[in-house]
């Protein structure tokens, strides 16, 4: 087993949806070991269509 390190952030915000930049990064070394980029849709599973980026999430990213 290794030890890892785990960074993620949110790197873009679209109107339907966002990017989630992740890094992971073995313990002591500078440079990752693996970075990825997830993208998140915002769906409402209750009327099957994709809906604009809540407010919430929004409000919080430009608090970074």
Known sequence: PAQLDIGQRISKVGHKS???????????????????????????????ITIPVPDKIRDKCREL
């Open 18 to 48: 966002f990017d989630i930049l992740t890094g992971i990064f073995l313990a002591d070394q500078e440079a990752p070991a693996l970075t990825a980029t997830f993208t998140v849709v915002s769906f409402n599973y209750k009327e099957n």
